[in-house]
């Protein structure tokens, strides 16, 4: 039946057989490899394991041989680091230590894995009673002075490193507690993981498939930063006499040095290079794993050289280019009586590879006062980039490729710019262009309230004094249609429901008295019910005002209710443009005539769309 | 509160008598809130419906009013303080997790956002072998038939090994869909499966769904907010309002002469895609809600 979409629509992809997860693990791994601080990291750690793994081998003395007779020796051909205050190879030492010394750190992070990470996971998971009670623990071990508490277990059990290593990774537990907690929580009420619920997996099943993967990456992470923690707090421990002197590590290496360090400052260098190195290592390869993790797919600003040289050849002769595109301009009959002129628009954004995607190509429109002119289109369609390179509010990253953009009279993009001119916007944009979002809550700040965001924009861009911009909100409010303008006036947006802050955002996109309001699917989160509403009040206030309006939508029943004319864009392309009636009554392009046979006013229910609609236009 | 009830809904558990794939019967659902021994939110109040094998049942009402959340009950994602929901003569209200593993062969799920009810790090092969291998199907039985599902939904069999994110909106859903049919269900709940969807997506998805139940016979529960959606894939159609049903009846009548003060607002508010019948559909609102408010005004608000 669906055939045919299917398959056009799914053609991008089919050089690119299977990519399986494997594979985008892989790329992660690649990613790593392709930093050269991971790399650095990677090689130190993996060099100081294998020192450790093949200390037996390797280091010419045991940890603890003592030649009596050649203390605090310098480097020579037997100790090739000098021997310490009791005889003691150093090289040997620092071997041996190493291998106490990571095996401890891996100990301690193990222990804080093993008992911060499923307890996080199953009161992220279930939360409630168990989620309160391990609150309350980890409260109270994040409360609890951590020296003070290896004092402690070191007076009671003796001087071992595994016990306090032990000790320590309990301690530092609730870190993972909290990241996995965090995590989990984030991802408890997503809709897949509902869906498998439905499906009548086990619980296990659910945190082993769907949420572990979720706190995989940053465990890995924190792991890398808790193991440096661990050493340095272990070698503290040594540093201050409270390890086994029994036994070779870095910290006791530290201490033994630090009592000679007038004789021999050397002593001291070592184990502490190797701490250094190791924890430094450590931090590095933390970071970058989560560079790795975080999306690698960043845009090289190479296309800078390119910039240039369309400035420098603009240079010379900006006046004459200028000059020849407004004879242009001018030539399609008076021109600068158009609110606004959209001539050959095209945006795009600069790839990774440094091709440039176009997402608005050869759009021409206008607005004139007093018409509200309705962009319609699907998503990808273009139609926000054209609203928003009009407004002057494209991300950063957004090139102007090409056009030009010309309010009452004036360029805002001149024909060769390729940005918006923001010396030139500023000065427009809130007082003689307004913008109504589609999202009215997360378009007003939850921490003031409305009052506040009314008068502020009032009292700056029209010079009004605060009490004359507080009488004006109140009489704003009114207008659009609140029954209680100064409770509205004193609330805080959480306060008021999502029609209601559509209507205080109407109110502050007129407060200013604008030629034009861009409206960029202002009623799309809305009830329908309030959404006829709104319409109303649309219609109304542009009647009154006599403002031009740039209404973004994909309703066309929101078209038929405010709009003179339309445009309809498919793609980043325009391919219609007409008065109302004629398009909705009698379109031209096939894409307009797909659109409006997709609606489903006026279609015999319970029979199929597509087939229908196809047929009808072959 | 309802105007329209069917008739025999008092099913006994065990029996079928009434010929309904699912009743629900005076549902009660509250939340419990923050503050201790605050009164608990009520969602949804008295609710009443009833689907037969093969039928669509609308639910449409407006954000807030409680249609997705009765779709949850029905799921047991929702807890169910009163009143009873009864699928294949079977008390399910408070179904365990067991209870639902052997219930998810008969009762699937279709949610809104295709972006975040399909695992973004699984492969779409292992997103549709799931409800299967619950089901204790052989992995290569389970791959036969997430063949056949990718060909019912109209997608090609090379999407087993990609990831959710490489595909489109529509082609998302489909994925949806394709795992709620893994199991060749009696009943799915549709959680507002379009709103999220370009219009001509919509069509082609709406398309799925009815050529879907022309093929397998199945029920569907479907919630949307759009009463056109509604109107297009429904038999029957409950309206709700703060979490109540407060019409019900078959889709032509709910839908084009609706007797209830809300439906009938719902229904002038939705917009035609024409300048005159619009403006005449505009002026017949604006008279509609003066009367109400006139009628509201003398007697208790509806």
Known sequence: ?618 | MSTFQNSGTLATPGQNLDGNLLSVDSLVVEYPTKHFRAKPFRALTDINISIKAGETLGLVGESGSGKTTLGRAVLGLAPVTQGTITFEGKDISHASRKDRRALSRDLQVVFQDPYTSLNPALEIGDILAEPLSVQGKSPTEAKRRVRELLDQVGLPSDAIHRLPREFSGGQRQRVAIARALALSPKLIVCDEPVSALDLSTQAVVLDLFLQIQRDTGVSYLFVSHDLDVVRHISHRVAVMYRGEIVEQGTAEVVTRTPEHPYTQRLLLASPVPDPDRQEKRRKDRHELLKAQRIEAAASVPA
């Open chain 1, 1 to 618: 039946m669906t055939e045919s979409v299917n398959t056009s629509a799914l053609t991008p992809a089919p050089g690119t057989p299977g990519q399986s997860g494997t594979v985008v693990r892989s790329t992660v791994l690649k990613r790593l490899f392709k930093n050269p601080l991971g790399i650095v990291a990677i090689v130190i750690l993996l060099g100081i394991a294998l020192l450790a793994a093949f200390a037996d081998v390797l280091a010419p003395f045991e940890e603890n041989y003592a030649n009596i007779a050649k203390t605090l020796a310098s480097p020579d051909s037997v100790n090739i680091l000098g021997t310490d205050s009791a005889g003691r190879d150093i090289w040997s030492r620092l071997l041996f230590g190493a291998r106490l010394t990571l095996l401890s750190a891996l100990l301690c992070a193990g222990v804080a894995v093993a008992i911060g990470l499923p307890a996080g996971l199953i009161a992220g998971y279930y939360a409630g009673r168990f989620e309160a009670v391990s609150n309350w623990v980890v409260s109270i071990l994040m409360s609890l002075p951590g020296l003070i508490v290896l004092l402690t277990i070191r007076a009671a059990f003796g001087p071992s490193v595994w016990v306090s290593m032990i000790a320590f990774g309990v301690l530092i537990s609730p870190a993972y507690f909290r990241l996995t907690r965090t995590a989990v929580q984030s991802v408890r009420n997503e809709l897949y993981v509902d869906a498998a619920r439905v499906s009548g997996l086990s619980d296990r099943s659910i945190i082993v498939r769907h949420i572990f993967s979720v706190v995989r990456a940053p465990v890995i992470i924190q792991t890398a930063a808790i193991a440096g923690v661990a050493i340095a707090i272990q070698s503290g421990l040594e540093f201050l006499g409270l390890g086994d002197p029994s036994k070779a590590t870095w910290g006791v290496m530290l201490s033994e040095g630090f009592k000679n360090v007038y004789l021999k400052p050397e002593l001291l260098f070592w184990p502490s290079f190797a701490m250094s190195l190791t924890i430094g290592a450590l931090v590095l390869l933390g970071n970058a794993i989560r560079d790795a993790m975080e999306d690698g797919e960043k845009i090289k600003h190479r296309k800078k050289p390119a910039d240039k040289a369309a400035t420098a050849t603009s240079g010379p002769s900006p006046t004459v280019t200028r000059a020849s595109r407004k004879a242009v301009a001018a030539v399609e009959s008076g021109t600068e009586h158009h609110l606004v002129k959209v001539t050959n628009l095209g945006v795009g954004y600069p790839q990774a590879d440094g091709s440039i995607k176009k997402v608005v190509d050869d759009v021409s429109f206008h607005v004139d006062r007093g018409e509200i002119l309705g962009i319609v289109g699907e998503s990808g369609s273009g139609k926000s980039q054209t609203a928003f390179s009009i407004l002057g509010l494209l991300p950063d990253t957004a090139r102007i490729v090409g056009g030009a953009i010309q309010f009452d009279g004036d360029y805002t993009v001149a024909p060769g710019d390729d940005t918006v001119n923001q010396d030139r916007l500023s000065k427009l944009r809130g007082k003689r262009i307004s913008y109504i979002p589609q999202e009215p809550m997360s378009n007003l700040d939850p921490a003031f309230t409305i009052g506040y965001q009314l008068v502020t924009p009032m009292v700056r861009v029209l010079g009004i004094s605060k009490a004359e911009a507080t009488n004006r909100a109140m009489k704003l409010l009114s207008d659009v249609g609140i029954t209680y303008p100064d409770r509205t006036f004193k609330a805080y947006p959480h306060e008021v429901s999502g029609g209601m802050a559509q209507r205080v955002l109407i109110a502050g996109a007129i407060s200013c008295e604008p030629d034009l309001i861009i409206a960029d699917e202002p009623t799309t989160a809305l009830d329908v019910t309030v959404q006829a509403d709104v319409l109303d009040l649309i219609r109304d206030l542009q009647k009154r005002l006599g403002v031009g309006v740039i209404l973004v939508t994909h309703n066309f029943g929101v078209v038929a209710d405010l709009c003179d004319r339309v445009v309809v864009m498919q793609n980043g392309r325009l391919v219609e443009e007409g008065p109302v009636r004629e398009i909705l009554r009698n379109p031209a392009d096939p894409y307009t005539q797909k659109l409006l046979g997709s609606m489903l006013e006026g279609k015999e229910p319970m029979t199929m769309l597509v087939a229908a609609g196809t047929e009808a236009a072959q």
